[in-house]
Structure formats: structure tokens, C-alpha cells
């Protein structure tokens, strides 16, 4: 029996009450090692199913595990090299749920070790320029620290910031894919640090893990989509729109690019939120009983809702002074931190 008769692939079917995995989540089993893309896995599906990987008599079929208050059922496969339940392994991995993931947990195990073996750490200060604009990409990156921003320079040389990327996030992927020559810079708004790999060594792993244009491709669709629903919302009368395809944060941006002056509303439920801008620079907000950066700081986590912007209606009060990037950074870094204090905080209890 060879090593990949030895790896089998655990799927999560039924989930209740589970504090580590969502519906669709794998794991890889290859004696004696346990695979998955969780910084934290569970011991009972595993302990569970070692028995069945040890036994080896059934190729596939379900398990069933729980601890306390909660349980979940898992279907499992055997993986060989021909044998189409590997075929449904690489189908998990691409699943539509796995889109919202960061790049590298959305790849098979074995592709993420590839290229993290192969991957260079590269660090950068803020304000270096991490990828020329009208240049062709040398390096595929994806952030593992910091946050980058994708800007365009126009006529009158002023930069203008179109968005920015996080921890998870990558670029560099369209000019090796295609060969073009880019469009715009990418520079670092903060230290940041990420894996990099040289466009001849990701071409070789393309290669090798044919999974790994799967996710690539599926991305690049899901970010035309998103592009396009955009454009659409920018040419409708009022800039009007769904904060499900305009994400607040390209919202500012847009803005402050066009420099306009107004008032943002946003919308979510029975809630109600007010940005005022002048040529651009956000100079006022409110959400309720929340005013300047909290409300900032609120909206920011919104993924749902309305927006219209009302032309030469701006706000009275003015409570936000400073540059509009870096106010919406700071908001960012400040839910970055709020996220991993309420991930600790859910482990500890």
C-alpha cells in the first residue's frame, strides 16, 4: 500500500454547537498525522475515526462524534491517486464557503506545505513600494503581517489610494497569470511582512498542484464579480448601492478618490449612520449615540446594509480631523485587535 492509499479525507456534514469548525471544513488524515487548515483542531472526530483509518476495511462512509453539549457528524473517504473521492477532496478545498478564508488556508495541505517550503519571507517599511505600477510582477505575495494599499497615480501625479489588503490577503497573482504588465503600485501603509514566491517557482507549482488554479481562478471571478456590481452602483444617480458588493472601507475610498462633498447615509436595520465629506476628507461621523472614530470603528464591521450619497449636503458638526486613510486604517487595526481578543477570550471559555 502506498502513501497515498494511507490519506483519507474527513468532511464535516452536521455541525451543533461546535467551537472549532463550520459545515464543510476538512481534515486529512495520513498515518500517523492529522492535517487542517484550523489553528486549533478537535480530538473527537479524530479519535473517533483512527479506528476506521486503522482498520482500512471501509473506503468511506460516516462518523459520528461528540463532547459535552455539542456534536457533529463527518463524512470520510479514502484518497488514492485514481480513486474519485480524492477528486472530492480538491471539490471541499474549492468550496464557495472556503472563498472567504485567507489564500493559504484555502488550499489542500499538501499544496500549502509546497509553498510554504518554497515561499521566501520578505519584509517591508512603510511607504516602501512593494510592486511597481506598468511593471510586470516578479514575486506572488500574500500578507502574512501589515496592511498594503493598491493606489493609482493620475495625471497631476497625486496618489490615489483604490484599496487596501490585509493579513490573508494576497497580490501580484493577475500580472504572473497573464503576463501583463500592472496597473497600479502596491506600497505598505505599515511594516508588514509576507510570503513571497518568484513567478518561475509559482508557474512550477501551478504545474504540479493543478487544485491551485482552481482557487486562483475561482478568486479572480469572485473579485470581477465584485468589481462589476461595483461600477454598476458608482454609475447609478446618488451613488446608491448594497454594502454586500461595496464594502464600507471602498465606500471612503471611492470618496475621497473623486474628492467629493456630501453626506454618506448607511443603513443596516433600523440603524442609522452619517459621514460627511469635504472634497474627499472625512470630516464628520455619527451612528446613533457614537460619534467620530467610534462610529468609524462601528460601520466598519457592517457587511449588510444601504448606502446613497447626498451631493453639497454636509453636516453641521465636524468631529473628525486628520487624513482620511488613516483614519480608516486605525479603524481597521483596531478591529483586527478586537477580533483577536474575542478569539481568546472564546478559547479560554
Not at 56 to 83: D, F, V
Not at 273 to 282: D, I, M, P, V
Request: charged share 20%.
Amino acid at each position: 500500500m502506498d502513501e497515498a492509499e494511507k490519506s483519507w479525507a474527513l468532511k464535516a456534514q452536521e455541525l451543533n454547537n461546535c467551537p472549532f469548525y463550520t459545515k464543510g471544513d476538512s481534515l486529512q488524515v495520513q498515518m500517523p498525522g492529522v492535517f487542517g487548515n484550523q489553528l486549533a483542531t478537535c480530538s473527537m472526530p479524530v479519535a473517533t475515526f483512527i479506528p476506521y483509518a486503522m482498520d482500512g476495511s471501509r473506503p468511506e462512509g460516516q462518523i459520528e462524534a461528540g463532547y459535552k453539549n455539542c456534536s457533529c457528524k463527518w463524512s470520510y473517504c479514502q484518497l488514492t491517486k485514481l480513486s474519485r473521492p480524492a477528486v472530492q477532496f480538491e471539490e471541499v478545498l474549492t468550496a464557495e464557503n472556503q472563498m472567504s478564508k485567507p489564500f493559504l488556508e484555502q488550499m489542500p495541505i499538501a499544496v500549502a506545505r509546497a509553498f510554504r517550503e518554497r515561499a521566501t519571507a520578505m519584509q517591508y517599511r512603510t511607504g516602501d513600494v512593494i510592486l511597481k505600477a506598468h511593471t510586470t510582477s516578479t514575486h506572488f505575495h500574500v500578507i502574512v503581517k501589515g496592511m498594503v494599499r493598491i493606489a493609482s497615480r493620475g495625471n497631476d501625479q497625486r496618489v490615489l489610494e483604490l484599496s487596501v489588503l490585509r493579513k490573508g490577503d494576497c497580490f501580484g497573482e493577475m500580472s504572473i497569470l497573464t503576463g501583463a504588465a500592472t496597473s497600479n503600485q502596491v506600497d505598505a501603509v505599515e511594516d508588514c511582512l509576507t510570503l513571497s514566491i518568484a513567478r518561475e517557482d509559482f508557474h512550477k507549482l501551478l504545474a504540479e498542484f493543478p487544485v491551485l488554479s482552481i482557487i486562483l481562478y475561482r478568486m479572480l471571478s469572485k473579485r470581477i464579480k465584485a468589481t462589476n456590481q461595483k461600477l454598476a452602483q458608482l454609475l447609478s444617480p446618488g451613488l446608491s448601492g448594497d454594502l454586500r458588493f461595496f464594502a464600507f472601507t471602498d465606500l471612503v475610498q471611492t470618496v475621497l478618490t473623486a474628492r467629493m462633498t456630501g453626506t454618506l447615509m448607511v443603513e443596516q436595520s433600523q440603524r442609522r449612520a452619517r459621514f460627511g465629506f469635504r472634497e474627499g476628507g472625512l470630516v464628520h461621523a455619527s451612528l446613533g449615540n457614537l460619534a467620530g472614530t467610534l462610529a468609524v470603528d462601528e460601520a466598519l464591521r457592517w457587511q449588510s446594509g444601504s448606502f446613497r450619497f447626498h451631493p453639497d449636503q454636509l453636516p453641521a458638526d465636524l468631529n473628525l480631523d486628520g487624513d482620511t486613510m488613516a483614519i480608516l486604517l486605525e479603524g481597521l487595526r483596531r478591529m483586527d485587535e478586537s477580533s483577536i481578543v474575542e478569539k481568546a477570550t472564546d478559547q479560554a471559555l
